[in-house]
């Protein structure tokens, strides 16, 4: 027999319950973060952020982006944001002046907010408050950058008027505890000279690169050893070619874009060769046909194996893979079909949600002045390289490593003429799936806003969200941001957000929690 005491509990825990409201569908999140964009505005010299949303019925916004907090405003008059990277949710900008360095140069970095889990098959990323500043470097001695890039989660600064390059490992921010602990983060590092490309190979190798195409530093690579207190040079050797612009790392190789087509050399990890010892192997990328000049390429990008490249301009251009796991590394030439005009970008590389490995190239009108190496293309505003239309016989190169063997890819007929519209190029790189790229071909071409070009700025730039499922593009002339669908290979929105955006990155996939 129960108690009146006991019943009224009853009563009353049953008459909360059910005042209490339902979870329904209808009540989860109206809509959730997919991505966190970082864009570079050319108009005010800064760079701002927005999070890209997506609502329960499946439309897309973005918000007209935010000033980073902790920024530092710069003088459009004197200064100009350069190359922009990300690494393990953290981005970093260059900043170069129109005074040789003697203004103020250097970079920012930005925490972005987001935080990220990775799962085996899947990420789990949750979003913070908006981005801030947490260090930067902007006064007369950081050597007036214009390349950044990222080698095993660091980012790499290249300090081109000091003949060396900054390090900066983002990780070292969460455990410093003191401004002293800070300031001991960015860490100088000696190799390279004039123009800095460069690449670093198990933290412990850097290979810097000359930029001179005459002279004593023709062809010049240094060649560092980076200790865990203190790095120098060990020994620099000279490429057959100078006007290195472009370097990478792969498969235990290093390639670098010369004047006459691809150096490589293996990586010396213990850094105990000397200068007579290294031996580049050549790849050439033919012959302009017009100019009598040999192709070259200006940057690089990795796929898995493949070093991917862009070279030539107009109806010369083509993409290129180089197998570097392959001991006669062999070059895979595919014509872009770029109409005589335009010049093809650095392709953007990447494998999507659905396991498809795809480059992107944008077809650009040419700008004014654009200040490239010759015959090199331009770069897409991207973090991130540049031959002519291959003969359909098959052609060898000799190299030290042996023949190598030119496989020339299908391309579907197109017209031979094509209108001045810019336009993104899209190729499946793996179309067989068997990890070869020799069957390469061109899917897919879909028109884009205009590019604003005017010397080495104004390019279209391109990145894609944490989990692949969504590419974000900027077109500069339109002031707009377009989303890229990669399992359907379509453009389904674009957005006005105003100024001139270039270089974009995105931070994150789709939001855990709603």
Known sequence: MFSKTFVRFLLSALVSAMSMP??????????????RLFIQDLDSQSVRWSDVRRAANGKFSIAMPSPIGGWQSLDGTKQKLVQMQETNQWVVVGVRDLEAGKYQSGWQLMSSGVSGSDHGDHSHWDYGPGPRVVDKRLDDKQGNPAHVCTYDRAFYIANDQINGYTKIDPARY??????????EIPRFIPGGGNHITLAVANYSVGYGGWIDGEGDHKGRVDVTRIGPNKAEIAYSFHLPSGGIHGATVLENRVFFAASDGVYHVPVD???????????????????????GKPFRTGAFTTMSKHVVFTVGKGNAAAICLLNAADPKVPLIKL????????SASTPIVVKTHGGQRLALVFHENRGAREGRPDGAVAEAGSTGPRGGRPKSSESTVNTAAGPSTTVVAKTEPTETTKPAAESLAIINLDPNGDKNLADAKIVKSLPVGASKISGHFGHHGLDFDGDRRFAFLTNPGDGTVSILDLEKLEIINSFKIGGTPSHIVAVGGEQSDH
């Open 22 to 35: 339902v979870i329904r569908a209808a009540d989860a999140p109206a809509e959730w973060i997919v991505t």
């Open 269 to 291: 990890a213990t850094t105990s060769l000397t200068a007579d010892k290294v031996q580049p192997v050549h790849i050439s990328l033919g012959q302009d046909e017009e100019t």
């Open 335 to 342: 014509p872009l079909n770029v109409a005589a005009a335009q």
């Open 174 to 183: 969460n455990a410093a505890t003191t401004p002293q602990q800070v300031a």
